[in-house]
C-alpha cells in the first residue's frame, strides 16, 4: 500500500484509468468483430472512428492505428470487389439474353 498522499492518488488515479481503458478496449474489439464478420464501409467507418479514439486517449500508438486502418481498408476493398464482379457477372448475362432474344427475332 502507498504512504504518501501523492502515491496513494495516483493509485486512486491508476485504477480509475485501467477500468475505463479496459471498458473501451473492449469496446474496440467488439467493433472490429462486429467488422471482420461483414466488411462494409458504414462498418469501416465504425472502426475507423473507435481507432482514432483510441489514438487520441494514447491506448495505441499512431503506426499501429495507421496499420490497422490500412489492414481494415483492404478488408473492405476486396468486399466491395466482390460485389462488383457479381454484379458486372449479372449484367453480362442480361446483355448476351438481351443479343440472343434479338437474333431469333
Do not use: C, W
Not at 22 to 48: A, C, D, R, T
Not at 74 to 95: N, P, R
Amino acid at each position: 500500500m502507498p504512504i504518501g498522499r501523492s502515491s496513494k492518488k495516483s493509485l486512486r488515479k491508476s485504477i480509475k484509468n485501467k477500468k475505463s481503458n479496459s471498458s473501451f478496449k473492449n469496446k474496440l474489439k467488439e467493433v472490429i468483430k462486429k467488422f471482420l464478420s461483414k466488411p462494409e464501409k458504414k462498418g469501416f467507418g465504425e472502426v475507423q472512428a473507435v481507432l482514432d479514439k483510441a489514438e487520441k486517449k494514447h491506448l495505441y500508438q499512431k503506426n499501429k492505428v495507421a496499420r490497422l486502418k490500412a489492414r481494415y481498408a483492404k478488408k473492405v476493398g476486396k468486399a466491395v470487389e466482390k460485389v462488383v464482379i457479381k454484379k458486372t457477372v449479372k449484367k453480362a448475362k442480361k446483355k448476351l439474353i438481351k443479343k440472343k432474344a434479338t437474333k431469333k427475332m
